[in-house]
């Protein structure tokens, strides 16, 4: 079993014990910035920029190693039938005595 631990830290002071919230800079001509910062070098971004547009939008991480869910059925008519009820639970014996009384006429 592969399990991957994906550990946000920030760019800055690389310190694993505080949190790091995920910042997209976008320049008007030139592609996208984007820098993990904990909350105390954040600061001075936060004092020109104000706060984030949407704090919701990078917050989280990707899921990784995850099938996609598949669709449920359209209806009842197209979903395959449902067995209903316990399976029958019987010892040796029991088979065998239905088997010896099902071949008498």
Do not use: H, W
Request: one cysteine or more.
């Amino acid at each position: 079993m592969d399990l991957t631990i994906t550990v946000r830290v920030c760019d800055e002071c690389k310190r694993r014990d505080r949190d790091a919230t995920r910042y997209t800079l976008t320049p008007e001509e030139g592609k996208p910035r984007t820098r993990d910062l904990c909350d105390e070098d954040a600061a001075p971004l936060l004092a020109v920029f104000g706060e984030p547009a949407s704090e919701a939008r990078n917050d989280t991480l990707p899921a990784q190693g995850r099938a996609p869910k598949k669709a449920p059925a359209k209806n009842a008519a197209d979903a395959p039938p449902r067995r209903r009820g316990k399976t029958p639970v019987a010892t040796l014996a029991e088979i065998e005595a239905r088997k010896a009384a099902a071949q008498k006429p």
